[in-house]
Protein backbone atom coordinates (compact mmCIF):
# COMPACT_ATOMS: atom_id res chain seq x y z
CA UNK A 1 0.00 0.00 0.00
CA UNK A 2 0.92 3.63 -0.51
CA UNK A 3 -0.51 7.11 0.11
CA UNK A 4 -0.32 9.23 -2.76
CA UNK A 5 -1.32 12.18 -5.35
CA UNK A 6 -2.74 10.91 -8.75
CA UNK A 7 -1.02 12.69 -11.98
CA UNK A 8 -3.77 14.51 -13.95
CA UNK A 9 -4.97 12.84 -17.39
CA UNK A 10 -3.43 16.02 -19.24
CA UNK A 11 -0.24 15.96 -17.42
CA UNK A 12 0.41 12.13 -18.09
CA UNK A 13 -0.02 12.77 -21.23
CA UNK A 14 2.71 14.65 -21.59
CA UNK A 15 4.42 12.24 -19.46
CA UNK A 16 3.81 9.71 -21.61
CA UNK A 17 4.90 11.48 -25.10
CA UNK A 18 8.16 11.13 -22.54
CA UNK A 19 8.45 7.63 -22.39
CA UNK A 20 10.69 6.13 -24.72
CA UNK A 21 14.24 5.53 -25.72
CA UNK A 22 15.35 3.06 -23.77
CA UNK A 23 15.53 -0.42 -24.51
CA UNK A 24 14.07 -3.25 -21.83
CA UNK A 25 12.28 -0.30 -19.80
CA UNK A 26 9.24 -0.70 -18.51
CA UNK A 27 7.35 2.02 -18.62
CA UNK A 28 4.31 2.90 -16.17
CA UNK A 29 1.06 3.47 -17.66
CA UNK A 30 -0.44 6.96 -17.36
CA UNK A 31 -3.50 6.19 -14.74
CA UNK A 32 -0.32 4.47 -12.54
CA UNK A 33 1.28 7.68 -11.99
CA UNK A 34 1.75 9.15 -9.10
CA UNK A 35 3.58 11.48 -6.38
CA UNK A 36 4.60 9.17 -3.01
CA UNK A 37 3.88 10.87 0.17
CA UNK A 38 4.37 7.27 2.28
CA UNK A 39 5.17 3.77 0.76
CA UNK A 40 3.87 1.50 3.38
CA UNK A 41 4.41 -2.21 1.94
CA UNK A 42 2.60 -5.27 2.65
CA UNK A 43 0.54 -4.83 5.51
CA UNK A 44 -2.66 -6.89 7.50
CA UNK A 45 -5.77 -5.65 7.02
CA UNK A 46 -6.20 -4.82 11.02
CA UNK A 47 -3.20 -2.33 10.32
CA UNK A 48 -4.67 -0.97 6.81
CA UNK A 49 -7.89 0.09 8.50
CA UNK A 50 -5.98 1.87 11.20
CA UNK A 51 -3.80 3.63 8.65
CA UNK A 52 -6.70 4.56 6.87
CA UNK A 53 -8.30 6.30 10.38
CA UNK A 54 -5.48 7.84 10.35
CA UNK A 55 -5.27 9.45 6.96
CA UNK A 56 -8.63 10.63 7.71
CA UNK A 57 -8.05 12.89 10.11
CA UNK A 58 -5.50 14.73 7.75
CA UNK A 59 -6.47 18.59 7.11
CA UNK A 60 -3.97 20.42 4.81
CA UNK A 61 -4.73 22.82 2.25
CA UNK A 62 -5.17 21.95 -1.58
CA UNK A 63 -1.91 22.20 -3.28
CA UNK A 64 -0.48 23.47 -6.37
CA UNK A 65 2.42 21.11 -8.13
CA UNK A 66 4.98 21.49 -10.62
CA UNK A 67 7.14 18.88 -12.05
CA UNK A 68 10.64 19.86 -12.88
CA UNK A 69 13.06 17.83 -14.34
CA UNK A 70 14.18 13.82 -14.63
CA UNK A 71 16.46 11.80 -12.97
CA UNK A 72 17.33 8.23 -12.14
CA UNK A 73 17.34 6.19 -9.25
CA UNK A 74 20.72 4.02 -8.86
CA UNK A 75 24.01 4.26 -9.85
CA UNK A 76 25.59 3.26 -13.37
CA UNK A 77 24.27 -0.50 -13.55
CA UNK A 78 22.52 -0.88 -11.24
CA UNK A 79 20.04 1.87 -12.23
CA UNK A 80 16.54 0.86 -11.19
CA UNK A 81 14.34 3.97 -12.25
CA UNK A 82 13.63 7.52 -14.21
CA UNK A 83 11.96 9.81 -13.25
CA UNK A 84 10.00 13.19 -13.29
CA UNK A 85 11.10 15.54 -10.60
CA UNK A 86 8.82 17.70 -8.77
CA UNK A 87 9.86 21.45 -7.87
CA UNK A 88 10.29 21.86 -4.05
CA UNK A 89 6.89 22.76 -2.38
CA UNK A 90 6.68 22.75 1.15
CA UNK A 91 2.90 22.25 0.95
CA UNK A 92 3.88 18.88 -0.69
CA UNK A 93 6.52 18.31 2.17
CA UNK A 94 4.18 19.28 5.00
CA UNK A 95 1.07 17.15 3.38
CA UNK A 96 3.81 13.73 3.21
CA UNK A 97 5.02 14.55 6.75
CA UNK A 98 1.54 14.26 7.93
CA UNK A 99 1.34 11.23 5.94
CA UNK A 100 4.11 9.67 8.04
CA UNK A 101 2.99 10.83 11.32
CA UNK A 102 -0.53 8.90 10.58
CA UNK A 103 1.75 5.64 9.76
CA UNK A 104 3.53 6.07 12.65
CA UNK A 105 0.18 6.62 15.15
CA UNK A 106 -1.30 3.19 12.94
CA UNK A 107 1.56 1.13 14.43
CA UNK A 108 3.76 1.33 11.33
CA UNK A 109 7.97 1.26 11.49
CA UNK A 110 8.97 4.75 10.61
CA UNK A 111 10.60 5.82 6.95
CA UNK A 112 14.14 6.04 7.15
CA UNK A 113 15.01 7.21 3.95
CA UNK A 114 14.51 10.83 3.11
CA UNK A 115 11.18 12.46 1.31
CA UNK A 116 12.00 13.23 -2.61
CA UNK A 117 8.98 13.58 -4.04
CA UNK A 118 8.76 12.18 -8.00
CA UNK A 119 7.18 10.04 -10.29
CA UNK A 120 8.62 7.20 -11.56
CA UNK A 121 7.67 6.66 -15.30
CA UNK A 122 9.74 3.37 -15.71
CA UNK A 123 11.97 0.76 -13.76
CA UNK A 124 14.65 -0.21 -16.27
CA UNK A 125 16.43 -3.46 -14.53
CA UNK A 126 19.63 -4.54 -16.61
CA UNK A 127 19.65 -1.08 -18.61
CA UNK A 128 23.20 0.04 -20.13
CA UNK A 129 24.31 3.41 -18.01
CA UNK A 130 24.82 5.25 -21.43
CA UNK A 131 20.70 4.61 -22.61
CA UNK A 132 19.95 6.07 -18.90
CA UNK A 133 22.03 9.17 -18.87
CA UNK A 134 20.98 9.82 -22.49
CA UNK A 135 17.07 9.85 -21.21
CA UNK A 136 17.92 11.69 -18.36
CA UNK A 137 19.52 14.53 -19.97
CA UNK A 138 17.37 14.92 -23.01
CA UNK A 139 14.29 15.32 -20.08
CA UNK A 140 16.26 17.52 -17.79
CA UNK A 141 14.52 20.26 -18.46
CA UNK A 142 10.89 18.84 -18.16
CA UNK A 143 8.57 21.36 -16.52
CA UNK A 144 4.63 20.89 -16.21
CA UNK A 145 2.22 23.91 -16.16
CA UNK A 146 1.25 24.01 -12.71
CA UNK A 147 -1.59 21.69 -11.37
CA UNK A 148 -4.08 21.98 -8.60
CA UNK A 149 -3.92 19.03 -6.44
CA UNK A 150 -7.95 18.41 -3.95
CA UNK A 151 -6.95 15.17 -2.93
CA UNK A 152 -4.98 12.28 -1.95
CA UNK A 153 -5.25 8.70 -1.87
CA UNK A 154 -4.24 5.45 -0.32
CA UNK A 155 -3.67 2.66 -3.13
CA UNK A 156 -3.14 -1.02 -3.07
CA UNK A 157 -0.45 -2.68 -5.19
CA UNK A 158 -0.95 -5.99 -6.95
CA UNK A 159 2.01 -7.30 -9.17
CA UNK A 160 1.19 -8.46 -12.41
CA UNK A 161 3.96 -9.17 -15.27
CA UNK A 162 3.95 -6.33 -16.89
CA UNK A 163 4.14 -4.37 -13.56
CA UNK A 164 2.23 -3.57 -10.33
CA UNK A 165 -1.47 -2.62 -10.78
CA UNK A 166 -2.76 -0.04 -8.37
CA UNK A 167 -6.05 0.36 -7.25
CA UNK A 168 -7.24 3.22 -4.94
CA UNK A 169 -8.98 2.52 -1.78
CA UNK A 170 -9.46 5.63 0.27
CA UNK A 171 -9.62 9.38 -1.06
CA UNK A 172 -8.88 12.56 1.04
CA UNK A 173 -10.17 15.76 0.57
CA UNK A 174 -7.60 18.43 0.86
CA UNK A 175 -9.72 21.88 1.87
Known amino acids: MFA ?6 EIGADLFRRQQGIERAR ?4 DALHITLRFVGE ?14 QITAPPLELVLEGAGSFGERRDARAVWAGVADNPALRSLAAKCETAARRAGLKPEKRPYRPHVTLAYVKRTGPAEVGRWV ?31 LQREYPLQ
Do not use: C, K, M
Not at 43 to 56: G, Q, R
Not at 138 to 144: A, I, V
Not at 145 to 166: D, I, M, N
Open 137 to 167: ADNNLLQSPPFRVTWFGLWSSTPHPQGSRYD
Open 27 to 30: WRPV
Open 4 to 9: AVEIPP
Open 43 to 56: IPEHAAADLDAELS
